[in-house]
Nanobody
Framework: QVSLIESGGGLAQAGDSMRISCKVSGGTGLVWYMAWFRQAPGKEREFVAAVHWSGRRTYYGDAVKGRFTITRDSAKNTALQMNTLKPEDTAVYFC?????????????????WGQGTQVTVSS
């Protein structure tokens, strides 16, 4: 069974940078795609970024393109470097993973999820 644990969230001011990480354990052979989604209060879960295990393919949501960078290491842990943070980036950020993905930005395609980490950006 794949377990995902996020870390690194917290408070930031607009314009700051922050890095959040996701540690993958158990059944890493089942993890080919890793992604980050976020959910703000009263809103649907939103795609942020995804990476293929090879590291050669990365995908980003329009709201974060050019500001956020997703990476993965050899152990298939993933991290999200967030630069030039905006108040609208405030949300709970979830790490997600799975083996076969039809649509990388669809949360329903991912079976493995972390508990989430809160990121709050003040203006």
């Amino acid at each position: 069974q794949v377990s995902l644990i996020e870390s690194g969230g917290g408070l930031a001011q607009a314009g700051d940078s922050m890095r959040i990480s996701c540690k993958v354990s158990g059944g890493t052979g089942l993890v080919w795609y890793m992604a980050w989604f976020r959910q703000a209060p009263g809103k649907e879960r939103e795609f942020v970024a995804a990476v293929h295990w090879s590291g050669r393919r990365t995908y980003y949501g329009d709201a974060v393109k050019g500001r956020f960078t997703i990476t993965r290491d050899s152990a298939k842990n993933t991290a999200l470097q967030m630069n030039t943070l905006k108040p609208e980036d405030t949300a709970v950020y979830f790490c997600a993973a799975d083996q076969n993905i039809n649509t990388y930005n669809d949360p329903h395609d991912y079976n493995y999820w972390g508990q989430g980490t809160q990121v709050t950006v003040s203006s």
